[in-house]
């Protein structure tokens, strides 16, 4: 029962008075889309940190090299040709012709070498580029080499990849950033500009076609082919409250609801002027992630405690309801349904057993300290989670100091790496696309490299090492296996918890078309008629 008073509670009040609401009215242009994405954006440096949010708006912005289509096949997108030497170890690319940032200034190789030097600092495959970098320099103004000591064969699905930190190509002026410090400049070469003087974290962000954008004449498949813009404008309305954002789609005040609450889909079916659909069949990995660095989930009995004591069942049925078509338990962490799936070494999260927590917690000498869960209360996956590990901790009988606050300010504490009691964390809520968890390549959250590794920075050399034989298998054998003693050590190791793996639903108004199913919403092709 407390489940279903904490989803009605989800339907009532997210905190309607702490995110102001913007004023809306009907009837806008058909050439002005307006959205409510998954929530707010409250900061907007698509390098310096990881939020989805971040990622989905920078890619209407920034640019990126390549970009993986609908079969997650990298293809050029900002680059007219590349070659790589016969040893492997030089890559030389090229820019298309053509290309401006929104400042009307053209985009050189030397923006190219600077903004792929400061995404290469934060993310996990452009830090195994880094490893074995000898040079990455511009040629001329739109070439340039990425010499290394040995080949690196992923290195076109490292510069396509869709999950963030994806390599979006900057200005090299604003590239020169510390990338462990936000940019405070949003200028791209994307086919939409960020409307700085509009933008009101917390209520709105807006975008407008760049009219120097020069798409590629391929059909459009994600991140890939021609991004042509058929809208002029798109505002980003920042609802909170998921009842507000369904009358507000229902009235026709909003257009395109990112992720509507599995609560108020009947509701929005019933509505003939709306469409419902699955927003990606690839699906979401819930995540319930530890800080390895700190007391008291540094010590791997404890984390093996949360695995014993949880019940993914209960967080999928915060997050879907009663439809057991949107969901499946996951023993493991990668998507369920793709080649080289694995739930080697998942008995543990197959049975509940609280006692056995408990036992592991009085060995691993658990004293009541203060755990920490930093809770964003405006993004429904993370609160639905959230309140089912509150009670999850209390029933091991862990001390639980719940911080409830809001997704733009779990992404900035999220990367302190402070003790908790001085404005670090314990544990936060997130989740990862399916289409980033098919394989190490591009999964961030498993990685265990220590500093280098995801918010909690777990240190756990049985991971890595599965993640470098999967690199380096060289058949599909080979990466089967380096995927079993993957999981298998993620799982001892406890990287993350996984809390099961789940669909979700994207709404629209029929007046709209061109919506695609994703990991991310796609706003090229999409139009709109009065």
């Known amino acids: 029962m407390a489940h279903s008073i904490d989803r009605r509670t989800v339907l009532g009040a997210l905190g309607l008075a702490a995110f102001p609401m913007p004023a809306l009215s009907q009837g806008a242009s058909a050439k002005t889309l307006r959205f409510v994405p998954q929530s707010n954006l409250a900061n907007f440096d698509p390098i310096w940190?990881?939020?989805?949010?971040?990622?989905?708006?920078?890619?209407?912005?920034?640019?990126?090299l390549y970009g993986v289509d609908e079969t997650l096949t990298p293809q050029r997108q900002m680059v007219e040709s590349e070659e790589v030497s016969s040893d492997g170890l030089t890559w030389t690319f090229k820019l298309r012709e053509g290309l401006k940032f929104h400042d009307n200034t053209p985009v050189l190789a030397k923006d190219v070498?600077?903004?792929?030097?400061?995404?290469?600092?934060?993310?996990?495959?452009?830090l195994m580029i880094t490893a074995i970098q000898k040079e990455l320099a511009p040629i001329d103004d739109r070439s340039w080499k990425w010499v290394l000591s040995r080949p690196f064969p992923k290195m076109l699905l490292a510069l396509a990849k869709n999950n963030a930190p994806c390599s979006f190509i900057m200005p090299e002026r604003i590239a020169q950033t510390?990338?462990?410090?936000?940019?405070?400049?949003?200028?791209?070469s994307g086919p939409m500009r960020f409307v700085r003087e509009d933008w009101v974290p917390g209520a709105k962000a807006v975008f407008t076609r760049f009219e120097g954008y020069v798409p590629r004449q391929e059909k459009a498949s994600w991140l890939a082919g021609g991004k042509n813009m058929l809208l002029d404008r798109i505002e980003w309305v920042i609802m909170p409250d998921p009842a507000t954002a369904s009358a507000a789609l229902q009235n026709g005040e909003v257009d395109w609801w990112e992720n509507p609450i599995s609560d108020l889909v009947p509701l929005l079916k019933r509505n003939r002027n709306i469409a419902v659909d699955i927003a990606d069949p690839l699906g979401n990995i819930g995540s319930f992630r530890m800080n390895h660095l700190h007391p008291p989930f540094d010590n791997v009995k404890i984390r093996r405690a949360v695995l014993t004591a949880l019940n993914q069942e209960d967080y999928m049925r915060a997050l879907v309801?009663?439809?057991?078509?949107?969901w499946k338990p996951l023993p493991g962490f990668f998507t369920p349904g793709t080649p080289i799936y694995t739930e080697a070494g998942g008995e543990v999260l197959k049975q509940r057993n609280i006692a056995a927590a408990k036992k592991l917690l009085a060995e691993a000498g658990y004293k009541g300290e203060p755990v920490i869960c930093v809770v964003a209360q405006d993004q429904p996956i993370t609160k639905s989670q959230g309140d089912i590990t509150a009670d999850l901790l209390k029933q091991m009988g862990m001390n639980v100091d719940f911080v409830a606050t809001d997704w733009g300010t779990t992404g900035q504490r999220r990367a302190v790496k402070t003790p908790p009691a001085q404005g670090g964390w314990n544990m936060f809520h997130t989740w990862h696309a399916g289409a980033d968890c098919i394989n190490p390549s591009s999964y961030t959250a498993v990685r265990a490299n220590g500093d280098k590794a995801w918010f909690g920075w777990p240190d756990l050399p049985e991971v890595e090492k599965g993640v470098s034989d999967w690199f380096e298998a060289k058949d599909l054998a080979g990466e089967k296996a380096a995927m079993d003693r993957l999981n298998t050590a993620a799982l001892e190791g406890v990287v993350y918890a996984p809390t099961g793996f789940f669909l979700s639903y994207q709404a629209w108004r029929k007046n709209v078309s061109g919506i695609v199913k994703g990991p991310l919403p796609f706003f090229w092709g999409v139009s709109k008629t009065a």
Request: charged share 25%.
């Open 178 to 188: 510390d990338p462990f410090k936000q940019v405070t400049e949003y200028i791209g």
């Open 49 to 64: 940190g990881t939020q989805y949010v971040v990622r989905n708006a920078a890619a209407l912005v920034w640019d990126t």
């Open 321 to 326: 309801g009663s439809d057991d078509a949107l």
């Open 113 to 126: 070498v600077q903004s792929l030097k400061r995404w290469a600092a934060r993310d996990p495959m452009g």
